[in-house]
């Protein structure tokens, strides 16, 4: 007697269409992760800021310092936290400047490029000390929060704190 049904093939047939199906999703998503990250990659640090953090934006535009941030040139902002940022509102733009270019570095750099001992040079002449400790980031004693924004002229760090203004001695 000859079967209806070749049940193997018609398994076998079943399980390809349930991995096609299965590769067309993860290929959906990951196609929607590279144009999402795209789509960040073309805007200027800038504006991801505009975007993202209105009292961070509103700071830098009063320091004068989101023309740097538009540019061409590539920098790394270590954003202070929004509890400090918020202490700094009523600042003149004079001292928003001095504070906020002790948070910007020239250069694109993402946490993984931040070796342990090293050290770089803010807008505002001082140096900032990188530590690795337990897997954690810390720069110049404030640990970052968040990592690795990344926009087509740079990367934004979120700092749990601030970087302190250097101590100078008055001789």
């Given at each position: 007697?000859?079967?209806?049904?070749?049940?193997?093939?018609i398994f076998l047939?079943?399980?390809?269409?349930?991995?096609?199906?299965?590769?067309?999703?993860?290929?959906?998503?990951?196609?929607a992760e590279v144009a999402a990250t795209t789509?960040?990659?073309r805007m200027s640090l800038g504006e991801g800021i505009a975007q993202k953090d209105q009292l961070l934006l509103d700071l830098i535009t009063k320091a004068g310092l989101m023309p740097v941030l538009s540019?061409?040139?590539?920098?790394?902002l270590f954003a202070p936290s929004m509890q400090v940022l918020q202490q700094h509102a009523a600042d003149t733009p004079e001292q928003l400047r001095a504070f906020l270019e002790q948070?910007?570095?020239?250069?694109?750099?993402?946490?993984?490029?931040?070796?342990?001992?090293?050290?770089?040079?803010?807008?505002s002449g001082n140096n900032?000390?990188?530590?690795?400790?337990?897997g954690a980031v810390i720069v110049s004693g404030v640990r970052?929060?968040?990592?690795?924004?990344?926009?087509?002229?740079?990367v934004w760090h979120r700092l749990n704190g601030a970087f302190q203004p250097a101590v100078t001695s008055q001789l």
């Open positions: 007697m000859k079967r209806l049904f070749d049940y193997p093939k047939a079943l399980v390809l269409w349930l991995g096609l199906q299965a590769t067309k999703t993860e290929a959906q998503t990951f196609m789509k960040v990659a540019s061409s040139e590539e920098h790394t948070h910007i570095v020239k250069g694109h750099l993402t946490a993984d490029e931040l070796r342990d001992g090293h050290d770089l040079k803010a807008l900032l000390r990188i530590c690795r400790k337990k970052l929060k968040e990592t690795d924004q990344l926009y087509a002229n740079g």
